[in-house]
């Protein structure tokens, strides 16, 4: 058996900043207190166009976990799956974190 393929290339590798990670916890703990941030032990594997921002200016790329009390972030559906829930009473700590986020790199 053989077969031939093209590799296509479209994001480039999302690459957080690591200032403007220290920067975002710092914001979150300021705001919401250091339990709400947590620092991914392994990082994702999909494709991100947020990727091309990166490559343009510091950044960092920011999960807003909106995963349901009463599931396991471990083993609930993923974002993009048909079967994912979201809790939505986080929306309103996302718009401030990202709000505070703004006004302090506008300062």
Not at 37 to 55: K, T, V
């Given at each position: 058996?053989?077969?031939?393929?093209?590799?296509?290339?479209?994001?480039?590798?999302?690459?957080?900043?690591?200032?403007?990670?220290?920067?975002?916890?710092?914001?979150?703990?300021?705001?919401?207190?250091?339990?709400?941030h947590?620092?991914?032990?392994?990082?994702?594997?999909?494709?991100?166009?947020?990727?091309?921002?990166?490559?343009?200016?510091?950044?960092?790329?920011?999960?807003l976990?909106a995963?349901?009390?009463?599931?396991?972030?471990?083993?609930?559906?993923?974002?993009h799956?048909?079967?994912a829930?979201?809790?939505?009473?986080?929306?309103?700590?996302?718009?401030?974190?990202?709000?505070?986020?703004?006004l302090?790199?506008?300062?």
């Amino acid at each position: 058996m053989s077969g031939e393929f093209s590799l296509l290339e479209q994001y480039p590798v999302t690459i957080n900043d690591d200032a403007e990670a220290d920067v975002v916890a710092g914001v979150v703990a300021d705001l919401f207190g250091e339990d709400r941030h947590a620092r991914w032990s392994h990082p994702l594997a999909g494709a991100e166009d947020f990727s091309r921002l990166l490559e343009l200016a510091p950044g960092c790329f920011i999960g807003l976990s909106a995963c349901e009390p009463d599931l396991d972030p471990d083993t609930a559906p993923f974002n993009h799956s048909a079967y994912a829930r979201f809790d939505d009473a986080v929306v309103g700590d996302g718009a401030r974190l990202l709000a505070e986020l703004a006004l302090r790199k506008l300062a």
